[in-house]
């Protein structure tokens, strides 16, 4: 009989005293899963297919904080998609749901042989697990995937490890897309990640700048730790009713005296009130970089020319835009 479970469901907690709930016997995929980029999605490929053939459901299982945030706090991570838009990347792949396991002193101690046996087995009950070739876990990162195969196996659960992906010589991981975000290559990121990379942010008041040029903007701040280039992009944006297109600017607005990182999202052929309300923008394509302008009049016309190119580069993109699900906490 299928045990498979109707919505996507997140299941949080210790790693000792996490209750499975619904979730309990699934096939689970194991990782940070930051951005769900191509080489995540052929672990979560790994997963349900294996799922499918056992007639159970599939889930991920990952970790808040990223561990690398536990382990080195004093360096700023550039967080790809964070918990939230992770879960809903997740939610878009087929999984039934998945288990956020909080990252903390007494699970970075757990040895990895503990992990396995009563945390995958003991507590989740696991029919099964998909990670990536280089997946190491435990107390100094002392399990392997050779290990978790060589266990599953004596505990009853098969594992499928994944080989490592490739793209045109890149090597598909998290590091590759912050590179190419640092580097603007908003395209590249794109095949890397499968979609568009994106991001969330309600709307705040600016300083109505872009209103007295003729290019009203949506102003979003960024977290601190956003590694993308400074420069002017061709966006997509969801507003929760309509998918929009437009052209933005990121970064410290130069012409005016250099602030705070900022994105500034001028949607073409829109009127309405968005103060408030989260958006979703998705990277499309490069323009330009942001550079300083002697007068509005300059920056006026630099931002026409923007619109053209991004309206040209957002045609060539078809309908280019991330999936995204609706995770449901339980």
């Known amino acids: 009989m299928s045990k ?6 997140v299941v949080r907690g ?39 053939a056992l007639q159970r459901p599939a889930a991920a299982l990952t970790f808040a904080p990223h561990p690398r945030q536990f382990f080195q706090p004093q ?15 997740l939610a878009a792949t087929g999984l039934d749901g998945a288990y956020v396991m909080n990252f903390d002193a007494e699970l970075a101690a757990t040895a990895a042989d503990d992990f396995i046996e009563h945390i995958l087995a003991g507590r989740l009950h696991v029919s099964g697990a998909a990670i990536g070739f280089d997946f190491h876990f435990g107390k100094n990162r002392t399990g392997s995937p050779a290990y978790l195969a060589e266990q599953g196996a004596r505990l009853g659960f098969a594992v499928d490890i994944v080989p490592p992906l490739e793209d045109e010589g890149r090597p598909v991981s998290s590091g590759s897309v912050r590179k190419a975000l640092a580097e603007g290559k908003v395209v590249e990121a794109a095949e890397l990640l499968g979609a568009p990379w ?26 601190p730790t956003c590694g993308l280039k ?29 602030g705070a990182p900022l994105l500034e999202v ?39 020319a923007d619109v053209v190119q991004a309206r040209d580069a957002l045609r060539r993109a078809g309908g280019a835009f ?8 339980t």
């Not at 968005?274 to 931002?303: C, M, N, S, T």
């Open 4 to 9: 498979r479970v109707p919505v996507f469901r």
């Open 14 to 52: 210790p790693g000792r005293i996490i209750e499975p709930g619904a979730l309990a016997g699934a096939v689970v995929a194991i990782g940070n899963f930051d951005g769900v980029h191509r080489g995540h999605r052929a672990v979560i490929g790994a997963a349900l297919a294996r799922a499918a």
């Open 75 to 89: 360096l700023p991570l550039f967080e790809l998609s964070g918990e939230s838009n992770k879960l809903r990347l």
């Open 198 to 223: 994106f991001v969330t942010a309600p709307v705040i008041h600016g300083d109505k700048r872009g209103r007295l040029l003729g290019f009203p903007t949506a102003n979003l701040q960024l977290p």
């Open 230 to 258: 400074h420069g002017i992009y061709a966006v997509r944006v969801d507003a929760g009713d309509k998918i929009l297109d437009g052209v933005a600017s990121y970064g410290r607005r130069p012409t005016f005296g250099d």
């Open 266 to 304: 001028y949607l073409f052929d829109f009127e309405g009130d968005l103060y408030g309300q989260a958006l979703d923008v998705a990277f499309i394509g490069w323009i330009r970089h942001e550079q300083k302008f002697d007068g509005v009049e300059a920056l006026r016309r630099a931002i026409m």
């Open 322 to 329: 991330p999936a995204l699900g609706e995770p449901k906490n």
